[in-house]
Nanobody, 129 residues
């Protein structure tokens, strides 16, 4: 039974920071990239950041570049965990944040929701003024 579990969401003031975690389990995720998406009410789910299995390749949405950092554990036993460090948070960053995973690394298509095989249930991030 595949599970992706996100934690770390919450309420933070504008300019503050949060760190999200996502732990994947239930099968082998060797060679799987992991990404973060977000969805605000009334909007489509949008790509935030992605990281390859090795951790050497990363991709960011323009709206978060320079503020958010995606990472994953380097140790083989814990590479199924991915993090999203969010700094200088803005009100427009408020959304439900989802973790997702897909086999391989395809920078051309990583922003596409349809590419991903498995999704977490999401964690709410609310940024207040």
């Amino acid at each position: 039974h595949v599970q992706l579990v996100e934690t770390g969401g919450g309420l933070v003031q504008s300019g503050g920071s949060l760190r999200l975690s996502c732990a994947a389990s239930g099968r082998s995720f060797t060679n799987y990239a992991m990404s973060w998406f977000r969805q605000a009410p009334g909007t489509e789910r949008e790509f935030v950041a992605g990281i390859s299995w090795s951790g050497e390749n990363r991709l960011y949405a323009d709206s978060v570049k320079g503020r958010f950092v995606i990472s994953r554990d380097s140790r083989e036993a814990t590479k199924n965990t991915v993090y999203l460090a969010m700094n200088s948070l803005q009100i427009e960053d408020s959304a439900i944040y989802y973790c997702a995973t897909t086999r391989g690394w395809n920078p051309t298509h990583m922003r596409s929701v349809s590419l991903y095989n498995y999704w977490g249930q999401g964690t709410q991030v609310t940024v207040s003024s």
